[in-house]
């Protein structure tokens, strides 16, 4: 079992940061995938970033490239989000999510395919 706590959501005004910080539980942080999904009120969760366990490959939503990263350090079991040029819609609850062993790069979209879900930090951005 892996227990995954995300940290570092707060208010912030639009054009600002915020890091995210996702750290799990366990000693096989190193063969999950890691993603980030967001759930807006009223909305859908969304797919917002993912970052491989093997190789480091990093996947972004379009809404969100160019102005988000998505890092790992396996030394430290976690997983980090840097969100810069924040705008109000992406004012949401932010979940980390990871996946033992993707290994295709369609997996990483897919919430259905994460074994293990953080309780999900808030995020707004105000105008």
């Known amino acids: 079992q892996v227990q995954l706590v995300e940290s570092g959501g707060g208010l912030v005004q639009a054009g600002g940061s915020l890091r995210l910080s996702c750290t799990a539980s366990?000693?096989?942080?190193?063969?999950?995938?890691m993603a980030w999904f967001r759930q807006a009120p009223g909305q859908e969760r969304e797919f917002v970033a993912a970052?491989?366990?093997?190789?480091?490959?990093?996947y972004y939503a379009d809404s969100v490239k160019g102005r988000f990263t998505v890092s790992r350090d396996n030394a430290k079991n976690t997983v980090y989000l840097q969100m810069n040029s924040l705008k109000p819609d992406d004012t949401a609850v932010y979940y980390c999510?990871?996946?033992?062993?993707?290994?295709?790069?369609?997996?990483?979209?897919?919430?259905?395919?994460?074994?293990?879900w953080g309780q999900g930090t808030q995020v707004t951005v105000s105008s």
């Open positions: 970052i491989s366990w093997n190789r480091g490959i990093t």
């Open positions: 366990g000693r096989t942080f190193g063969f999950f995938a």
């Open positions: 999510a990871a996946g033992w062993a993707l290994n295709d790069r369609y997996s990483h979209y897919d919430p259905d395919k994460y074994d293990y």
